[in-house]
């Protein structure tokens, strides 16, 4: 049995959390938690920790725009996303929203300012 110390992101709060985990890696219970969301968060981040990636893409004239994942994605599998993202090229014209890189580990990459 293990125990691992947190900070929930949940709220501003930022609760101190600590898991008790056995030796396969399920959560057996979460305690310092002030509310049902930072039990979940606590659960998640222990059993299968997700991320948002917020990045650039280049542009085909040569600049830049920030992108982002619309949903997390497995913290496991960032680097494959941002090897994807430094490859891609957008074409320009776009809107924010507009999808550029479809099904990344179960979300899309979308453009978050809009470029003429």
């Keep these: 049995m293990a125990i691992r110390e947190l900070t929930c992101i949940i709220c501003p709060k930022g609760c101190a959390l600590k ?37 650039t893409m280049r542009c ?11 949903t997390p994605i497995p913290k496991a599998d960032i680097y494959e996303c941002m090897n994807l993202i430094n490859k891609g090229v957008v074409t320009l014209p776009v809107h924010i929203g507009d999808i550029v890189i479809a099904d990344v580990f179960g979300s899309n990459i979308v453009v978050t300012e809009n470029r003429k």
């Design 19 to 55: 898991v008790e985990i056995d030796e396969n890696g399920k959560v057996l219970g979460v305690a310092g938690n002030t509310c049902k969301r930072g039990a979940e968060y606590a659960e998640n981040e222990c059993t299968n920790p997700m991320r948002t990636v917020t990045s």
């Design 60 to 70: 085909s004239d040569g600049s830049v725009i920030p992108v982002k994942t619309v």
